[in-house]
């Protein structure tokens, strides 16, 4: 049986985004790689922060519903003119570095944070994120099944997976690993 304290409680999303969190006097930018209900996963940190307790500043990107999007108004999208919203909220860091030196702390690369006291109105805007995340991929996984050999079908494949933040350029086969390696993050708690 696994040990409870390791199992997530929330379903979690990619997020290509950026955040922005505070240390002491200065603010420091990082890169997003996923988020939930629960917290964030941050990459690219400049500075470990000092704190225990951080605020911060996410770029949240509001993605349309895509099966609902005909192949040609979705080959029209770009990532860049989707709605965005910057959420902000405290973070708790859920790392313990109590007993690692200074020069360990500039080799982590990544750090899990739980935000700490969300309002509702944070929560909801996460949850309507991983919601749309999660109909998208399914989208995405559903036309990795209908590919066949047609030409545009790929094309469409390769550009929803380009709006959800995949390399458009991967091989078919790595990339539906990837996604459905996504997806199984999204689907199990």
């Known amino acids: 049986m696994s040990d409870p304290r390791l199992q997530r409680k929330f379903i979690r999303a ?5 955040a922005l969190y505070v240390d002491g006097e200065h603010v420091f930018k990082a890169k997003v790689l ?15 922060p000092e704190a225990k307790i951080l605020s911060i500043a996410v770029n949240l990107i509001h993605y349309p519903r895509f099966s609902t999007l005909s192949h040609e108004e979705l080959k029209l999208l770009n990532v860049d003119e989707f709605q965005k919203t910057i959420i902000k909220s405290k973070v708790k860091i859920m790392r313990n570095v109590e007993n690692e030196s200074n020069v360990d702390r500039v080799f982590i690369n990544l750090i899990g944070c739980e935000f700490y006291n969300p309002s509702a109105e944070f929560t909801s805007m996460i949850v309507s994120y991983v919601e749309s995340f999660t109909k998208n991929t399914v989208y995405l996984l559903s036309l990795f099944e209908s590919l066949g050999n047609r030409n545009e079908q790929l094309e469409v494949l390769k550009t929803v997976a380009h709006l959800l933040g995949y390399d458009r350029r991967m091989k078919v086969p790595l990339l539906r690993a990837k996604v459905l390696h996504d997806y199984q993050s999204l689907e199990s708690l």
Do not use: A, D, I, Y
């Not at 990619?14 to 950026?18: E, G, H, Y």
């Not at 996923?34 to 470990?48: C, I, T």
């Open 14 to 18: 990619p997020l290509k985004s950026t």
């Open 34 to 48: 996923n988020l939930s209900e629960g917290g964030v996963l941050l990459s690219e940190l400049p500075h470990f």
